[in-house]
């Protein structure tokens, strides 16, 4: 008996040694491959009448991610109090540089012909305001008619549907940059669909799902070509892969910028090999990819996706999705491929399906994950740094892609402040004196 307790023990002691094993392993190899595909070699030179000018301290301090770290911002000014408006704005501007807006057509044009402009002007003055971009969210999606189609005929449907895609991105085209064109077309005819939106859904039984898709795709892209323009799916299996395939023009080139990828975890978290296979599989066709939708919630409770009762945040949960979602950002920051992660939703209170989903509680105080990744992306992935230039005026280092402030001070104690980007494109500073 006394054998088996000891190599039972002993086999315990061995699990723990691989997983704290496996924990750094993969750890360091993330670390590895961020300092490799998310920083660039930078050279700064200062130059006084084209002459290099030595003993300059350039300090260096990123401003703004050139990565989009982003959430969907659906509750601003919609929550209960005028405090927490404020309190959700604030904290929203302190962490992203990224922000999705709703255009689900019934609820955004819930009356004929009345669209929420005014909504969208509001937010995307704001957003402008605290430097952050917006992505409109989705053009075109079956999951519900507006209450005013149904009886509408087929062809006045077809074209109310691209008209609404013209006029959106066109009003919109120095605000919104990027849209999620047409949403979850992989599985267009599931019964909630049909169910919901038996007008919209017949058209993409008419027409063809993917011509469909297709005839949206070309609508916005005229209305503002130069604008990013996704699908967007939580299917990411081969059933996508090929839809994808198809998703090109009369020429073979793709009609999409951006591949979007949902991953809603209510249910179970993706392990590490899950996330870089997906992320693998969709990189192959050399497009960038946005995780358009992450959600991990802050319950260790059981999800039941048929009873949508809330689901209360607790401590044990909200510390499993602190831990969960700084591995799950460290990953997808370590992909070359990726290039945002959204995050769904900033506060519990109004969240989908009434899930703790927010790293946010219902009265807009941060759970853990809030001030974890804040710290994740505004100090470790960061550049804040001071150098000294040589004898040639120059100094080397090297910094995460985005916008930049340099404090020069001359070795006479003279100030300037410049601000310049630094990407793939561009890594060569000259600070002219």
């Given amino acids: 008996m006394k054998q088996f307790i000891l190599l039972y023990v002993l086999l315990c002691v061995l699990f723990s040694v691989v997983s ?12 590895a491959r961020i300092e490799q595909y998310r920083k660039e070699n930078v050279t700064v030179i200062v130059l006084r009448n084209d002459q290099p000018v030595e003993g300059v301290t350039v300090e260096v301090k990123l401003l703004q991610h050139e990565f989009l770290f982003g959430c969907n911002i659906f509750k601003w000014g919609r929550c209960n109090t005028p405090e927490e ?50 992505k409109g969210h989705p053009l075109a ?43 979850e077309v992989t599985e267009w005819n599931r019964k909630n669909c049909l169910e919901d939106a038996p ?22 892209q005229k209305a503002n070509p130069s604008a990013t323009l996704l699908i967007n799916d939580y299917i990411l299996d081969e059933k996508y892969v090929a839809l994808i395939k ?29 996330i870089w296979e997906i992320c693998e599989r969709f990189s192959k066709f050399r497009k960038p990819l946005h995780f358009t939708e992450l959600t991990i919630l802050s319950t260790l409770e059981k999800f039941d996706w048929n009873n949508q009762n809330e689901t209360p945040t607790t401590e044990d949960g909200e510390q499993r999705q602190q831990d969960e ?19 769904w939703d900033f ?9 703790p989903a927010g790293l946010l509680r219902k009265d807009m105080t941060p759970k853990p994950v809030y001030n974890a990744l804040r710290k994740l992306i505004k100090e470790t992935w960061t550049t804040n740094e001071s150098f000294k230039t040589d004898v040639t005026g120059t100094t080397q280092f090297r910094a995460f892609r985005g916008d930049y402030q340099f404090d020069i001070t001359l070795p006479d104690g003279t100030k300037r402040k410049i601000s310049d980007n630094i990407s793939k494109e561009k890594h060569k500073i000259r600070i002219d004196l």
């Avoid at 704290?20 to 670390?31: D, G």
């Avoid at 929203?92 to 057509?105: M, P, Q, R, S, V």
């Avoid at 006029?167 to 919109?172: G, L």
């Avoid at 979602?325 to 995050?343: C, G």
């Fill in 141 to 183: 999606w079956n999951f519900r008619d507006p209450s005013w189609a149904k009886d509408m005929d087929d062809a006045e449907l077809d074209r109310r549907q691209i008209d609404r895609i013209t006029a959106s991105v066109d009003r919109f085209r120095d605000k919104v940059e990027t849209w999620d064109v047409i949403n």
């Fill in 20 to 31: 704290v094993f496996a924990q750094e392993n993969w750890q360091s190899e993330a670390a």
């Fill in 246 to 274: 198809k998703l090109v023009d009369t020429e073979g080139l793709p009609l999409y910028d951006v591949i979007g990828i949902q991953s809603h975890m209510h249910s179970g978290i993706w392990n590490n090999n899950q």
């Fill in 85 to 134: 408006n404020e309190e959700y704005k604030r904290r929203f501007a302190d962490l992203f540089n990224f922000a999705t807006l709703g255009f689900y057509w019934w609820g955004y044009e819930n009356k004929k012909d009345m669209p929420q402009y005014d909504y969208t002007e509001q937010v995307a003055a704001w957003c402008k305001e605290n430097n952050v971009k917006l």
């Fill in 347 to 355: 506060s519990d209170q109004g969240a989908w399906m009434n899930a």
């Fill in 199 to 220: 007008r919209l859904s017949g058209l993409m039984a008419k027409q063809g799902a993917v011509e469909f898709a297709k005839k949206c795709f070309l609508a916005a």
């Fill in 325 to 343: 979602v700084i591995r799950f950002y460290t990953m997808l920051f370590s992909h070359p491929s990726i290039e945002a992660i959204t995050w």
